[in-house]
């Protein structure tokens, strides 16, 4: 078996110029529930161990400290409220309490509610957060503003909002955007050179099709994710775009507004099968994750694993432009062994 010959950072830097890495870089994702089974299970107290025995590459993310006004517990600094919801075999934090959920105007909004301000961010400590961390991924910044209207809103609101009130989203998205941007910038400011990837995201696909017309996200959301690609690449780091489901029809449109790195890449939903994919865009874009959470993972058996991450090194990873990971956390009712299947998998067969 070969030995890595690049360090995390190096690995990731070279896939993302389309050099040849050393091997495929392995990337972990999963609820906090999962990480303890699978850490338990392979007798590790760490994170750092879990990775080392399984070949992951650790990443890092850096954001300001909060210094603005106190918010009470169990809501952030936009108001929303969240609650531990179980789901059976483990616990998401969903969001229960949508400050803007009453109002019915930009003048209510105006009147009763006040966004965050970039005053309410300390970015000094932002170096001291990478400290000794040099050699792994960084990640920093970035933005995914219409699941934050869903927060301030409610999911059915906001989507309502979209025909019915077009004039108080754009409202929201403009002051939701206006701080992400700043904070991103602020980020590129104080460690200029050293962030990576960038995440700018929005869940804009189904199972079997767009959630929304490509009309609406020509207009909604394609004009402020390219704003901030513009700004990510301005700072020579990358964009990462996370999109779950059916998103193929868009995919060109991502790539125009100035996406690197498709993720999560489920290719089982309606037209996203990885050899048109890999075909049609591969010289374009990395593709990110591609390991099947519905079925596979869940529910398959290790030898079925064991030939998905193979057929996804051999379809995606061909050339190089490919990370392999999840296509979503790993979810508690996830066999252990699957999981170390995947990532033994990986790294037995992700050599160049």
Partial sequence: MPKDSMTPKERWTAVLQREKPDRVPLFW?????????????????????LFKVLHIDEIISVFPDYIGPEFP???????CGF?????????????????????????????????????????????????????????????EIFLRYRQLRGFERAMIDIIEKPEMVEYCLDNIFHLYYRITEGIYEEIPGKVLLTMVAEDLGSQESLLFSPECIGKLFLPRMRKMMKLVHENNARVITHSDGAIRDIILD??????????????????????????????????????????????????????EVMDNIRILGDGGGFFLGPCHNLQAITPVENIIAMYETGYEYGWY
């Fill in 29 to 49: 994702s999963s609820t906090q529930e999962t990480l303890n089974n699978t850490k338990k299970y392979l007798g590790v107290s760490e994170n750092s161990e």
């Fill in 73 to 79: 517990e169990g809501t952030d600094f936009f108001g």
């Fill in 83 to 143: 609650k531990e919801v179980s789901y059976g075999t483990g616990v998401y934090t969903e969001c229960v309490y949508h400050p803007l959920a009453q109002f019915e105007s930009i003048e209510e909004i105006k009147k009763n509610y006040k966004f965050p301000s970039i005053d309410w961010f300390d970015f000094s400590g932002i170096k001291k957060q990478i400290c000794g961390k040099e050699h792994l991924p960084l990640y920093g910044g970035g933005m």
């Fill in 254 to 307: 991502l790539i125009d507004c100035g996406m690197d790195v498709l993720n999560p890449v489920q290719w089982r939903c309606k037209g996203m099968e990885r050899g048109s994919l890999k075909r049609d865009f591969g010289d374009k874009i990395c593709f990110h994750g591609a390991m099947d959470n519905q079925y596979t993972m869940p529910f398959g058996s290790v030898d079925d694993v064991k030939k």
